[in-house]
C-alpha cells in the first residue's frame, strides 16, 4: 500500500507543478535559462548535444526489445520466473515511457526557445527515467547485489540528460523534475500492480537468469 500511495502522491506533485509552470516560467526556470543563455551554441552545446544523443529516447526502446528478446531465451530454456519479471519490468518500462506522450499535448507548455514539440513534461528525462527504473526493478529481483549501483547509475544518467537538455536550452527546469516525479510515480503504481513491488525474490530460482 505504501508504494502505491507514494505513487499517487508523486502523479499528483507531478501533474500540480505542471499546472503551476505552464502559464508563466517559475523564477528557477527563468534564472537558469537567463544564466544558459547561448550556451547552446557553444562548445558546451556541442557536449550536451552528443549527451542528449546517448541518454534519450533511444535507451527504453534498446532496453525493451533487449527484455523482449532475453524473456524469450528463458522461455524457451524453461526458464519460466526469469522470463516473466523481463516480461512484467519490460510492462512497467512502457508505462513510464507514457508520461512525456501523453501529457505534452495537454499541458502544451512552450519550450524557452523555438524547438518542435512541447516542453512539459521532458521526454528525454522521462526516457532516461524510465530505463532506469527498469534496471533497477531487475535488480531487484535477479541481481540484488547491483541494486544500489543500478540506482547510482540510473540517477547520474537522469541528471545527465536533463542537465544537455537544459544547456541546450530546449527545456525549463521544471520540465525535467517533472518528467523524474512522474515517471517513478507510473513506476511505483505499475511495479505494484504487475506484481514486482514489493520485490520477493525467493520467487525465483537460485542461479536463474543470469545465462
Known amino acids: 500500500m505504501g508504494?502505491?500511495?507514494?505513487?499517487?502522491?508523486?502523479i499528483a506533485a507531478f501533474l500540480l507543478l505542471g499546472l503551476l509552470v505552464t502559464p508563466a516560467p517559475s523564477p528557477p526556470d527563468a534564472v537558469l535559462r537567463t544564466t544558459l543563455a547561448g550556451d547552446w551554441r557553444?562548445?558546451?552545446?556541442?557536449?550536451?548535444?552528443?549527451v542528449s544523443?546517448?541518454?534519450?529516447?533511444?535507451?527504453?526502446?534498446?532496453?525493451?526489445?533487449?527484455?523482449?528478446g532475453w524473456a524469450a531465451v528463458r522461455w524457451r530454456r524453461g526458464d519460466r520466473a526469469t522470463a516473466g519479471i523481463a516480461l512484467r519490468?519490460?510492462?512497467?518500462?512502457?508505462?513510464?515511457r507514457l508520461p512525456?506522450?501523453?501529457f505534452k499535448p495537454v499541458f502544451d507548455r512552450a519550450r524557452p526557445r523555438a524547438y518542435a514539440d512541447y516542453a512539459y513534461p521532458?521526454?528525454?528525462v522521462v526516457s532516461v527515467a524510465s530505463t532506469g527504473f527498469a534496471v533497477v526493478l531487475l535488480c531487484l529481483w535477479l541481481a540484488p547485489w547491483l541494486v544500489r549501483a543500478a540506482v547510482a547509475v540510473s540517477v547520474a544518467a537522469t541528471a545527465l540528460s536533463a542537465a544537455s537538455r537544459l544547456v541546450l536550452g530546449v527545456h525549463w527546469l521544471t520540465d525535467t523534475i517533472g518528467a523524474v516525479l512522474a515517471v517513478t510515480g507510473v513506476g511505483l503504481l505499475a511495479a505494484t500492480a504487475v506484481g514486482l513491488l514489493p520485490a520477493v525474490r525467493d520467487k525465483v530460482p537460485a542461479g536463474r537468469g543470469t545465462a
Not at 557553444?42 to 552528443?50: K, L, S, T
Open 122 to 124: 521532458s521526454g528525454h
Open 100 to 102: 512525456s506522450l501523453v
Open 89 to 96: 519490468v519490460t510492462v512497467v518500462l512502457g508505462l513510464c
Open 53 to 68: 544523443a546517448v541518454f534519450g529516447p533511444v535507451l527504453p526502446v534498446l532496453l525493451g526489445v533487449a527484455l523482449l
Open 42 to 50: 557553444g562548445v558546451p552545446g556541442d557536449v550536451a548535444a552528443v
Open 3 to 10: 508504494y502505491v500511495l507514494a505513487g499517487v502522491l508523486l
